[in-house]
């Protein structure tokens, strides 16, 4: 069974930032594409951005120049730096790890944006 377990989001002003955190098992999160997915109220569960075992990154357009994904492999944790947010980017945000073609997901954590 894949375990992801995260930490961070909470509620906070329109332009500020939050960070989110997620950790997995060594021998998943060597091998696994790590992402962050987001699901807002009444719409469909959407990708943020992901990152390769070597660091290569991908996000989606509507978080570019704002958020930041990375990987810290020392510690089997995958990190979202999330700047200059806006009420729009409300939403459960979801660690993911992608292994095999399989997705699992955390449990999921809200971040909140006041504007």
């Known amino acids: 069974q894949v375990q992801l377990v995260q930490s961070g989001g909470g509620l906070v002003q329109s332009g500020g930032s939050l960070k989110l955190s997620c950790s997995a098992a060594r021998n998943i999160f060597i091998n696994a594409v790590m992402g962050w997915y987001r699901q807002a109220p009444g719409k469909q569960r959407e990708l943020v951005a992901i990152?390769?075992?070597?660091?290569?990154?991908n996000y989606a357009d509507f978080v570019k120049g704002r958020f930041t994904i990375s990987r810290d492999n020392a510690k089997n944790t995958v990190y979202l730096q999330m700047n200059t947010l806006k009420p729009e980017d409300t939403a459960v945000y979801y660690c993911?790890?992608?292994?095999?073609?399989?997705?699992?997901y955390g449990q999921g954590t809200q971040v909140t944006v006041s504007s």
């Open positions: 990152i390769t075992s070597v660091g290569s990154t």
């Open positions: 993911s790890a992608r292994i095999l073609g399989l997705n699992y």
